[in-house]
């Protein structure tokens, strides 16, 4: 069974860094890409980054590039989202995602001075 377990939100003020993890279980890790999501209170749920399967792959949106990294650690299972420079637009619900439809439960990033 597919298990995605987020952990690493918190209270951060503005142009701080926090850094997500998602730890993975109950498949291949490695055999698939994973995703970070996040969700905006009042929005829909959007993608933030990606990375392929043994990582050499990444893309970002651009409402994040140049401030988030993704990688991910396939000897552990664990994905990460390296958040620097946060911004209060980026307060919202951070999801870990693995195709075609897995889900964590989220772990609230809350940027606010």
């Known amino acids: 069974q597919v298990h995605l377990v987020e952990s690493g939100g918190g209270l951060v003020q503005p142009g701080g860094s926090l850094r997500l993890s998602c730890a993975a279980s109950g498949f291949t890790f490695s055999y698939y890409a994973m995703d970070w999501y996040r969700q905006l209170p009042g929005k829909e749920r959007e993608l933030v980054a990606e990375?392929?399967?043994?990582?050499?792959?990444?893309d970002y949106a651009d409402s994040v590039k140049g401030r988030f990294t993704i990688s991910r650690d396939n000897a552990k299972s664990m994905v990460y989202l390296q958040m620097t420079s946060l911004k209060p637009e980026d307060t919202a619900v951070y999801y870990c995602?693995?195709?075609?439809?897995?889900w964590g439960q989220g772990t609230q990033v809350t940027v606010s001075s």
């Open positions: 990375i392929s399967l043994a990582g050499g792959v990444t």
């Open positions: 995602h693995r195709a075609p439809n897995f």
